[in-house]
């Protein structure tokens, strides 16, 4: 489910850009994801017909990674910047999370 808002707001993202000039047209969008049941699931097409039970969002997923608008790669848990901004983290973490959006000057 995270993953077809993901893609939803990657959409809405790049309309927004072409609406301010920014053509971005033929540009593969990357999304990083830690879950591989759902990455396998978004890029796997030959066992659709096998799927019926999956929501239309899932569908909707394949999709878009079908027609190369965008790429789902792996990120472990640990290198996610953001999990400082939906989760409780440590100092190390915090500091990782700081470091890699650019937010420590020294």
Known sequence: MALSWGIWHGLWFCQFLG???????????????????????????????????????HHFIQQHVVAHTFDIVHCPSHAMLTDGLTKPIDSTSFNFMLDGLGLIWD
Do not use: C, Q, Y
């Open 19 to 57: 609406d301010i000039g920014l053509d971005l047209e033929g540009t593969l969008t990357l999304i990083l994801m830690d879950n591989m049941g759902s990455i396998k699931l978004a890029k796997d097409v030959r066992h659709r017909p096998l799927m019926k039970h999956i929501d239309v969002t």
